[in-house]
Nanobody, 117 residues
């Protein structure tokens, strides 16, 4: 299963963006999917993940502002990001998770989100 993140762009602080993670392959709906981000100069970090049953987890820093969802019919996972902050400027990646928590496969190019102050 190959995943492609898209939807990034330039937004002002306090604004919103919706990222999409589109998958190829019919096994998408049995995989947990995670959204990660890499802020320049920092390690990649988990933002949110969603199980194949739709159970979600969020990093404390995004709780209440970000929402992860999935549409298995469209083989797509979304990340709705509201009230974005300049420090959340990063490349955002989506990836399959093994056992619900371990990233597996290629990170791909990700999608760049730039939040201006």
């Amino acid at each position: 299963v190959q995943l492609q993140a898209s939807g990034g762009g330039l937004v002002q602080a306090g604004g919103s963006l919706r990222l999409s993670c589109a998958a190829s392959g019919s096994l998408f709906n049995i995989n947990s999917i995670g959204w990660y981000r890499q802020i320049p100069g920092k390690q990649r970090e988990l933002v949110a993940r969603i199980s194949n049953e739709g159970n979600s987890y969020y990093a404390d820093t995004v709780k209440g502002r970000f929402t992860i969802s999935r549409d298995n019919a469209k083989n797509t996972v979304y990340l709705q990001m509201n009230n974005l902050k300049p420090e959340e400027t990063a490349v955002y990646y989506c990836i399959r998770l093994v056992n619900g928590v371990l990233p597996i496969g290629s990170w791909g190019q990700g999608t760049l989100v730039t939040v201006s102050s």
